[in-house]
């Protein structure tokens, strides 16, 4: 129902922060409310989880990290809190890194990720997120326009997120770079336009 909110800040607890929309306060659970200030006006992406008993909004800072929750949450054994807890750490790069190379040992320091949802997440997650470490990272040593842009870079780790292979990802790139867009929900839309033709 949601995509995303803009607000101001107005109040922040450990894991949750209140986004003030209009004449509306939004609680917005998030893995890091720290990372944002009160008084600040800012964009969050949204996720809303409806269940018989509450109704939650989980936030999160970009398209790419909202696609990796979605993800998370389609492992068997890992719910929304869970999920959230796993980016909390902010890790999204040793954690992508886990899950290609199928390192338990490391998943299982995220909260809650014992031995056997450590491997549920690496049979259900690697083949998902590509092969390639660059297809869902885009570090900065990477070279060509996504790296000269970072909102490029963002959306780019959205599509990854979202399934599609770095070669899917090299043939679009140079047409999304020469875009100049302003957010990375916008290179993910104009992708999504490209991959489907």
Known sequence: MFEFLTGKVVAIQPDYLVLSVGPI??????GNPYQYHEGDTVTIYVEQIIRETEQVLYGFRDQAEKALFDQLTSVS????KSALAILATDDHHGLLTAIRTED???????????KKTAQ??????KDKLGQSETATLFTPESVGPASANPILADGLAALAALGYSQRELDKIEPQLAALDLSSADAYVR????????
């Open 104 to 114: 338990v040992r490391f998943l299982t320091k995220f909260p809650g990720v014992g």
């Open 25 to 30: 306060g939004f609680r917005l659970l998030l």
């Open 120 to 125: 549920q997440i690496i049979l259900d997650l």
């Open 190 to 197: 104009a992708g999504l336009k490209q991959l489907s033709h």
């Open 77 to 80: 054994g890992i719910g929304p």
